[in-house]
């Protein structure tokens, strides 16, 4: 009853958003049946099975052909990714994004990461409007004014390489622009935040400043990971001020993708089990790079064209020796060493 009691609640708090912005909930479409993949295609373990793989506890240290390897990866996702960001527009499908996506995936002799990870069904996410992640594509045509998470994961020669990006269809209203900017500037806080040395938690502190700043809300359901050869492994990464334990040392590769939102944080996961939205129905935005630690820095993996001034913005700051004594001062003060 209680449960009953709570989802009349959300759906009145969504009703009444609705009204008040006149823009109608994301309903589900036809999902259409699964690309299928060229037997010549090196796949993943969970390719054929469905399963759920377990959460690998030891970090994924790369360096000389492996992180070569892995910026291959990484390099095809940030191009599938750009390719797909061009067919946004009003009118499209989400199912026809995720068949390009597919299609560009295997021409390139690569595997596309999500294609039956735990059973889902498409090769690519794609998250609208109050979608906060893992949204499947389907029949629904994207309408004036959505904004769209599209997340590329390719498996490339035995390696993975996970970005994200958020899409305007056609010309979104203030709040919608200023919530995918506003998460835009928290990934680039949240990466350079990191340097050899640095805990892990400064990440969550720096995403976490740009969004009290704004006023919006930082999901903590859904967090990054470490990736490599397995797609998703320790260490987790938190985009909310946090204590989790870990440091990055050099040739650690994770990704850095915070979820904000206008309303509520809370998620709720819909009936197909994957689909994760706002509670309260708010706007939601996701941005996602994945990184490497190197010796005097990061380094940005899934950059995409036109984004160099990242890595140079990246390359230039130098403050992760100082965030390492900091958040060592801090951790000496608590233990009153």
């Known amino acids: 009853m ?19 912005l006149a823009r109608p909930p994301v309903l589900p479409g036809v999902v259409s049946p699964p690309n299928p993949v060229p037997a010549h295609i090196p796949r993943p373990s969970y390719a054929q099975s469905g399963e759920h793989p377990p ?16 910026r291959a990866a990484c390099r095809l996702a940030a191009r599938v990714l750009t390719q797909a960001g061009a067919m946004v527009r009003p009118g499209v499908t989400t199912d026809a994004i995720d068949r390009a996506v597919h299609d560009m995936v295997v021409e390139a002799n690569a595997y596309p990461s ?4 735990g059973g889902f069904p498409k090769s690519v996410c794609t998250s609208v409007n109050e979608v906060i992640c893992h949204g ?60 050899p040395g640095v805990p892990l938690q400064a990440i969550g502190a720096a995403v976490h400043r740009v969004a009290r700043r704004e006023g919006l809300g930082t999901v903590a359901d859904f967090v990054g990971h ?31 993708e915070p979820m ?19 509670s309260d129905g708010s706007l939601s935005a996701q941005e996602e ?24 913005k990246a390359g230039a700051d ?13 951790r000496r003060r608590r233990r009153g060493y």
């Not at 904000?260 to 706002?278: H, I, M």
């Open 2 to 20: 209680a449960n009953r009691a709570l989802r009349l609640g959300v759906r009145e708090l969504l009703r009444l958003r609705q009204e008040k």
């Open 136 to 195: 499947i594509p389907d029949s629904r045509e994207l309408q004036e004014g959505d904004i769209l998470n599209v997340d590329v994961t390719v498996f490339l020669d035995g390696y993975h390489g996970d970005t994200s990006a958020m899409f305007y269809v056609g010309t979104p209203p203030p709040d919608a622009r200023a919530l995918c900017e506003a998460t835009r500037e928290a990934l680039l806080a949240g990466i350079a935040a990191c340097g």
């Open 260 to 278: 904000l939102t206008l309303g509520s944080p809370e998620a709720e996961v819909w009936a197909d089990g994957w689909t994760a939205a706002a």
């Open 289 to 312: 790079h994945t990184v490497v630690i190197t010796e005097d820095g990061v380094e940005i993996l899934t950059l995409r064209e036109g984004q160099e001034e990242l890595a140079a």
């Open 55 to 70: 959460w690998q506890t030891e970090p994924q240290i790369h360096a000389g052909a492996a992180l070569d390897s892995m």
């Open 318 to 330: 130098k403050g992760f020796g100082r965030l390492a004594d900091q958040f060592e001062a801090e």
């Open 226 to 256: 470490g990736i490599g050869r397995t797609f998703h492994s320790a260490p987790q990464v938190l985009h909310c001020r946090n204590r989790e334990p870990g440091v990055m040392v050099p040739g650690l590769t994770f990704t850095i």
């Open 114 to 117: 999500p294609l039956n990870y």
